[in-house]
């Protein structure tokens, strides 16, 4: 299983971004999938993730700013409105699968937020 995040970019405040990310390889059933976020120093944080009931969590910081969704293929987005500059952040997606579980990332792509 390979992921990749792309679509990143630079973009003032209140602008909004919608990165992808795209799976490859066999994917049966999974814990959860969704992005995260890193900033240097800090540790890496749950932006928002699909549970394995169709529910989703997301942060408190990007609640009613962020929406995550995928298509009934391979991709799956972070559809981001309002950006701050505290969101920006190296953006990784990421999909627990089981058995297992085993994590698999994809390489982050990021996004900078100038106020």
């Known amino acids: 299983v390979q992921l990749q995040a792309c679509e990143g970019g630079l973009v003032q405040a209140g602008s909004s971004l919608r990165p992808s990310c795209v799976t490859s390889?066999?994917?049966?059933?999974?814990?959860?999938m969704g992005w995260y976020r890193q900033v240097p120093g800090k540790q890496r944080e749950l932006v928002a993730v699909f549970n394995d009931d169709g529910s989703t969590n997301y942060a408190d910081s990007v609640k009613g700013r962020f929406a995550i969704s995928r298509d009934n293929k391979n991709t799956m987005y972070l559809q981001m409105n309002g950006l701050k500059s505290d969101d920006t952040a190296v953006y990784y997606c990421d999909i627990e699968v089981v058995p297992g579980p085993l994590d698999y990332w994809g390489q982050g792509t990021q996004v900078t937020v100038s106020s």
């Open positions: 390889g066999t994917i049966g059933s999974f814990n959860h």
